[in-house]
């Protein structure tokens, strides 16, 4: 790798206007501006306040857990460091390559076979074309579809579709990666063979940003704790230091 | 330790600010489009799978779209031809080719409306160049077209309209489109993104539109004065830059300006408002 891997986030805000309330419609934005209303009704706007002026430097080596309650903004701030949300005010600045495991079916298509939707995970990612059959061994041998790997992902049984999606995810070895919950979930069998390929992701990653409800993983993966409340910054620092004070809150279930 | 692990993800970096510069926001657009450029294959493959899975089992897929344009070609054309008491060897390649023609453009301006909307899950999951799916729209598009382009092979070599090398000169007209085509889905992909209402809105538009614009009848059929004015409508002069040199009737100064024109305006307007717009699509969807 040429460069290291690097995030910083600086006073970052991120504000989600909700449109789906009143100010949606083009006649309701018409009506007002000739009323002479817009700008009283663009500051009354209901907006949510996902993240207020978060501020994170992170460097090669760091392992940062993020912890909180439901809606704190730990999926938020996720979403902003790999660039899908853009920040409102602040500023995001990331080097290094990126893997975001948000979405288990990101891009997947039940109507397609497992194995052309191994092809279009590989042109989301943007690899070259040399790379794609090193990408479509390794996950059909991962996931074990044996036969069903032609045939559409519909027929697939619960199981099978989480194999793929989690095979297709961990595919690709980025230098960040960010990974949500979700990936901590899964049946009991293929909890083990799917541990050890996320911990050698883990490990092979420079940075890491996992956002999670589970401790124990905090306490075994992670070297740093942010702990988000409301969309702020609550705390920030080691596991042994942030942890208890986060379960200490009487609001937390743990 | 097992290989399981194999496949490393392109280098990256990101470098995003609110309150932009207009000067950076223009760079963070051009680098969506170069990038966009970049991602072809993946806009081909959606594009292409997109018209797949929307002909999933059936026998004829995509070809479904030629027989029912050649049906409506072949029944219009008779049922014109003897209300605007026309030749029928004159009429039927105009009226096939401007059918065909209308059909994409109807077709692209309306899905353009979605173009950002019906990728979301994707939009919200992976930061993408917003351009692919422009990209992806344009080239569902030309694969629609392509399928119903034997209908104007077929009636063209029925009556023996073959345009010879003219068909050369639609060239610089089909460049055009393809232009004003992702312009189009830049701008109103993210326009109906914001605001709902505004599809419904393009689809009446646009039937209006194919009414008012020589689609089934012919410029020549409003007389001189009529036909001056013709240029006007955006749709006469586009349609026009490429059905003229393939029906042989030539393509009047005015046409190219007017063409030329409206492109260059749709293009800015286009433009300037993805570059604004760009950063706040993922809100908006």
């Given at each position: 790798m040429a460069l290291q891997a690097r995030i910083e986030v600086e006073d970052v805000s991120v504000l989600f206007p909700l449109y789906h309330g009143s100010s949606r419609s083009l006649k309701k934005m018409v009506v007002a501006a000739a009323s002479g209303r817009l700008g009283k009704d663009q500051q009354q706007r209901v907006v949510v306040?996902?993240?207020?002026?978060v501020n994170l430097r992170l460097s090669s080596g760091d392992r940062l857990g993020l912890v909180g309650t439901n809606g704190a903004g730990k999926t938020t701030l996720l979403r902003v460091l790999a660039g899908v949300y853009e920040p409102v005010a602040g500023r995001l600045r990331v080097q290094g390559s990126l893997n975001a495991l948000l979405d288990p079916s990101l891009g997947m298509n039940a109507e397609l076979t497992g194995r052309e939707n191994i092809l279009l995970r590989g042109l989301y990612n943007g690899l070259p074309r040399s790379m794609l059959p090193r990408l479509e061994e390794d996950v059909a041998e991962f996931a074990g579809l044996a036969d069903f790997i032609d045939l559409p992902v519909r027929i697939y049984s619960a199981g099978m579709v989480i194999r793929l999606g989690f095979a297709l995810a961990t595919a690709i070895r980025p230098q960040i990666l960010l990974m949500d919950e979700w990936f901590l979930a899964g049946d009991a069998v293929f909890m083990e063979k799917a541990r050890q390929r996320l911990e050698e992701m883990v490990r092979g990653a420079e940075i890491l940003v996992l956002s999670t409800h589970q401790m124990s993983v905090v306490r075994e993966w992670c070297t740093r704790v942010v702990w988000l409340e409301q969309g702020r910054v609550r705390a920030d620092g080691a596991p042994e230091e942030v942890l208890p004070q986060y379960l200490g809150t009487p609001l937390e279930m743990a | 330790m097992s290989t399981a692990v194999t496949t490393l993800a392109p280098a990256a970096s990101l470098d995003l600010k609110a309150d932009m510069s207009v000067a950076s926001r223009h760079s963070l657009a051009v680098d969506d489009l170069v990038r966009g450029f970049g991602l072809w294959r993946l806009a081909w493959t959606l594009g292409w799978l997109d018209i797949r899975l929307r002909y999933r089992g059936s026998m004829l897929g995509p070809f479904w779209l030629t027989i029912s344009t050649g049906v409506m070609v072949g029944a219009l054309g008779v049922l014109y031809s003897t209300l605007f008491k026309m030749d029928v060897a004159s009429y039927l390649p105009f009226l096939a080719l401007s059918q065909v023609l209308w059909g994409f453009l109807g077709a692209l301006v309306s899905e353009a409306c979605t173009s950002f909307t019906e990728a979301e899950n994707v939009i919200r999951s992976v930061r993408m160049p917003f351009f692919v799916y422009s990209v992806r729209t344009l080239i569902r598009n030309i694969i629609v077209l392509a399928h119903n382009i034997l209908v104007i092979l077929v009636v063209f070599a029925w009556f023996r309209a073959w345009p010879g090398w003219d068909l050369l000169l639609a060239i610089p007209g089909m460049l055009i489109w393809i232009a004003d085509a992702l312009a189009l889905t830049l701008l109103l992909g993210a326009f109906c993104a914001r605001f709902r209402d505004i599809q419904p809105i393009v689809n009446s538009v646009m039937q209006i539109m194919f009414f008012v614009t020589p689609v089934i009848w012919k410029p020549e059929q409003l007389g001189a004065a009529g036909m001056a004015k013709l240029p006007l409508n955006p749709f006469f002069d586009l349609l026009e830059i490429v059905r003229g040199p393939l029906l042989d009737t030539g393509v009047s100064g005015m046409t190219w300006l007017g063409a030329l024109g409206y492109s260059a305006a749709l293009c800015s307007i286009a433009w300037a408002f993805f570059v604004r717009a760009r950063g706040r699509i993922t809100f908006w969807i």
């Open positions: 306040r996902a993240l207020q002026n | -």
